[in-house]
């Protein structure tokens, strides 16, 4: 893996009291090449400029660029169309566009029902609650119970004739659980309901072919595909899109303007209003390069690796609670140490140059189910080696013995 180290000038450097930094939060944003940081220089040194309007040669140059970059994610993603890929800023926005658009339509009456999962992060639970309440809507998820346990089959007896829609995640950022997706979507087409996944997660850890899932939406962020922050995209069915209203109205989404009325632009521009992040639109193509040139096999073989080693090191520590009972984790653990707050060891092992996330992960219902105000998670990314996890147990353990 040093080859690819090696393309993260962030991974380099000392921090605190002269350790090397082990970055183990990989699953609130995960460190960007050496491509992307250039590329972002490089637009803003040689091509900064209005994209789609302009007859000039740079405009030109940032419009040909930022629709590469879309092609190429389109080819990433496995999109039937390149209308498809619609540009947000990240995976809330992404969500809060289908939210919002859903709702415009008036897609849902009262009593009609949306199915969430218990291990939903807030940007895919606070969209729908807003729906419902806007429309008078119910919000169900699938319970996850009090040891992390999660009875997916009986969760699918959630979907049913009074459901409009199920929103569920790839991967969870909290816990590692990949849901059985595929089945919830099955059963949600079933029942004629509208799917939407969360990869937040799965995107930098496992190909994706949107077709192949066969959802209506799919959301990520950029900048957990080592892509820079404010970049995002939305995935949806091109007749669906077509069909739907626009969501904010402004330049570009537009086909004529006139004080009486407004006809809309064609897909994907009707649903990007505005200037969007252009060098992070840009810069994004680089880091999706960065990802294609994985060998994805090795990549998912590594980071089980290093979560099976993490594993293996809290278990053989005492006082350790973990939430994943029967399931592997995928690409982090999450655990408490009994009688401790999450907080203080993260504080603790921030004094060795050790970056984990406490707290609740933006996932405070899972929390509430677990009985719990948060956890520690160590995430991981393709960069990460064996030896850091061993660091990592090491200086967990003698952070245990300052708490005890
Ligand atoms: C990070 C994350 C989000 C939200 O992504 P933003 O980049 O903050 O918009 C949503 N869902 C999951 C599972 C996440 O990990």
Redesign the pocket.
Known sequence: MLNIRDQFPILKQKIKNQSDLIYFDN???NQKPQVVIDKISEYYSKTNSNIHRGVHHLSQVATTDYEESRDLIAQFINAKSVKEVIFT???????NLVATILDKANYLKIGDEIVVSGL?????IVPWQMLCEATGAILKYVPVAQDGAIDWEQGLELITSKTKLVAI?????ALGIIPPVDKYITKAKQNGALTLV????WVAHYPLDVQALGADFY???G??LYGP?GT?VLWGREDLLNELPPYKGGGEMIAEVTFAKTTYNVLPNKYEAGTPNISGGIALAQAVKFAQSLDWNAVANHEKELTQLALKGLQSLDNIELYTPGVVPNGLVSFNVKGVHHYDVGTLLDQFGIAVRTGH??CQPLMQQLGITGTIRASFACYNTLEEVEVFIEKLKKSLLLLS
């Open positions: 699953a609130a944003t800023s990240g995976c809330t926005e992404g969500i939903e992060h807030h940007s895919n995640t790839h991967l969870s950022n969360d990869g937040a997660q959301v990520f962020s900048h957990k922050t995002g992960h933006c």
